[in-house]
């Protein structure tokens, strides 16, 4: 497989922060970017050297972009199949579209997980009132109802707490596909995020424990407690997958820990994530330059962490009461500010997030909430 060494260009489909954070490793590398999204000014594109405003459908305008760099990845994995294979036919695109293929649909990527052996919540397919009526007689209640594409953070979602909900549940979403997935009472929601170049070299970031609020990614805590036993099992589940869907780049693939101690699947995300901010500051090698060096067909840097870490999203609600108190962080040794270059804070939507180091998971995570709270307090 061909390499890019630096000086070379990269392109990016998608312009949110994850196409941030890749830039900014990038770029710290020497490579120049390029990014394509129907957006301007965006996060990617203010790191970007160069920033195309078009739509995914638009395939003259994708191809120009594709004739312009030597590689191209995505931050956005609900990039249309035609854009990827597009692009493909004039340079790389890594991982390949064939994984945003299964993984960009949830019903493919659960027959994909489930072929592979690994286990998932229960799920039922679900086409039509009639179906899920049919999946709630199986799977009973609660269960959760969910769009097959284009969902994220729990949009596209509707939770059914009674066989009553059906009808409204089913009209809520829009969709003449979707899946009913069975409630899982978890103990924790875990993750694992792993990398894999074209020559099959493999590494992982470990388990870390990720808290939502609202179906939002708040908190995450590096590494989770855990035992040698379930570490291991989170390892091969993410081989199996990376090995099987081929992947070249990163990877998350999103866990529920069982009262009883199971790991099931929740959600593949074939790209760096919000439950890996924290390598940026806590790894000898950042999950975005890893994607890098994937992408760029390098070798794959030291996973190695460095010290225990937490993450805390900092979402536009932070904005609630004007500007935030950022002395008060900036004022916190062991906090890392990263903040996301939107200009408009709407409650909900991702701004930034901290990091915060200390001398054990759970002492980051203390500091990382106090510094959150410490921007809401008056200058
Ligand atoms: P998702 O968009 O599928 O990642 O869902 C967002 C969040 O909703 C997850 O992180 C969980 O907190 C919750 N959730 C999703 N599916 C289930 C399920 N089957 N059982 C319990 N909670 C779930």
């Given at each position: 497989?061909?390499?890019?060494?630096?000086?070379?260009?990269?392109?990016v489909l998608g312009s949110g922060q994850l196409g941030r954070m890749f830039a900014?490793?990038?770029?710290?590398?020497?490579?120049?970017?390029?990014t394509?999204s129907?957006?301007?000014?965006?996060?990617t594109?203010?790191?970007?050297?160069?920033?195309?405003?078009?739509?995914?459908?638009?395939?003259?305008?994708?191809?120009?972009?594709?004739?312009?760099?030597?590689?191209?990845t995505f931050e956005f994995e609900?990039v249309?199949?035609?854009?990827?294979?597009?692009?493909?036919?004039?340079?790389?695109?890594?991982?390949?579209?064939?994984?945003?293929?299964?993984?960009?649909?949830?019903?493919?990527?659960?027959?994909?997980?489930?072929?592979?052996?690994?286990?998932?919540?229960?799920?039922?397919?679900?086409?039509?009132?009639?179906?899920?009526?049919?999946?709630?007689?199986?799977?009973?209640?609660?269960?959760?109802?969910?769009?097959?594409?284009?969902?994220?953070?729990?949009?596209?979602?509707?939770?059914?707490?009674?066989?009553?909900?059906?009808?409204?549940?089913?009209?809520?979403?829009?969709?003449?596909?979707?899946?009913?997935?069975?409630?899982?009472?978890?103990?924790?929601?875990?993750?694992?995020?792993?990398?894999?170049?074209?020559?099959?070299?493999?590494?992982?970031?470990?388990?870390?424990?990720?808290?939502?609020?609202?179906?939002?990614?708040?908190?995450?805590?590096?590494?989770?407690?855990?035992?040698?036993?379930?570490?291991?099992?989170?390892?091969?589940?993410?081989?199996?997958?990376?090995?099987?869907?081929?992947?070249?780049?990163?990877?998350?693939?999103?866990?529920?820990?069982?009262?009883?101690?199971?790991?099931?699947?929740?959600?593949?995300?074939?790209r760096p994530?919000?439950?890996?901010?924290?390598?940026?500051?806590?790894?000898?090698?950042?999950?975005?330059?890893?994607q890098?060096?994937?992408?760029?067909?390098?070798?794959?840097?030291?996973?190695?962490?460095?010290?225990?870490?937490?993450?805390?999203?900092?979402?536009?609600?932070?904005?609630?009461?004007?500007?935030?108190?950022?002395?008060?962080?900036?004022?916190?040794?062991?906090?890392?500010?990263?903040?996301?270059?939107?200009?408009?804070?709407?409650?909900?939507?991702?701004?930034?997030?901290?990091?915060?180091?200390?001398?054990?998971?759970?002492?980051?995570?203390?500091?990382?909430?106090?510094?959150?709270?410490?921007?809401?307090?008056?200058?």
């Amino acid at each position: 497989m061909k390499t890019f060494l630096p000086g070379s260009t990269v392109g990016v489909l998608g312009s949110g922060q994850l196409g941030r954070m890749f830039a900014m490793s990038a770029r710290e590398m020497g490579y120049r970017v390029h990014t394509f999204s129907p957006d301007a000014d965006t996060p990617t594109g203010q790191i970007s050297d160069v920033e195309v405003t078009a739509s995914y459908d638009d395939l003259d305008a994708v191809r120009a972009f594709a004739r312009n760099v030597d590689v191209v990845t995505f931050e956005f994995e609900n990039v249309p199949a035609a854009t990827a294979a597009a692009i493909d036919k004039i340079v790389p695109v890594r991982p390949a579209g064939s994984v945003l293929h299964t993984t960009q649909h949830r019903i493919r990527e659960k027959q994909f997980l489930s072929g592979a052996g690994i286990p998932v919540a229960p799920f039922r397919l679900v086409r039509s009132l009639d179906d899920l009526n049919k999946a709630i007689d199986e799977l009973g209640t609660p269960s959760i109802l969910k769009t097959a594409g284009f969902g994220y953070d729990g949009k596209g979602q509707a939770r059914i707490a009674t066989r009553d909900d059906a009808a409204s549940a089913w009209a809520s979403l829009k969709t003449d596909e979707a899946v009913l997935e069975g409630f899982i009472d978890f103990e924790r929601e875990l993750s694992i995020i792993a990398a894999r170049t074209a020559d099959g070299q493999f590494a992982h970031y470990g388990l870390v424990e990720n808290q939502h609020k609202n179906h939002i990614l708040d908190l995450t805590i590096a590494p989770a407690p855990h035992s040698a036993s379930l570490l291991a099992a989170a390892e091969e589940i993410a081989r199996t997958v990376l090995t099987k869907l081929d992947v070249v780049g990163v990877l998350c693939v999103e866990l529920f820990l069982t009262r009883d101690q199971q790991l099931l699947v929740n959600e593949l995300a074939p790209r760096p994530h919000n439950s890996g901010h924290w390598t940026i500051d806590a790894c000898v090698t950042s999950q975005f330059e890893q994607q890098l060096r994937t992408v760029c067909g390098l070798p794959l840097g030291s996973t190695e962490q460095l010290r225990p870490a937490a993450m805390a999203n900092l979402l536009g609600d932070v904005w609630q009461h004007g500007t935030p108190n950022w002395s008060a962080v900036c004022a916190m040794p062991d906090v890392k500010l990263h903040l996301y270059g939107k200009l408009d804070a709407r409650p909900g939507r991702k701004m930034g997030h901290l990091t915060a180091l200390g001398a054990t998971p759970e002492a980051a995570a203390e500091t990382a909430l106090r510094a959150r709270a410490a921007l809401l307090s008056k200058s």
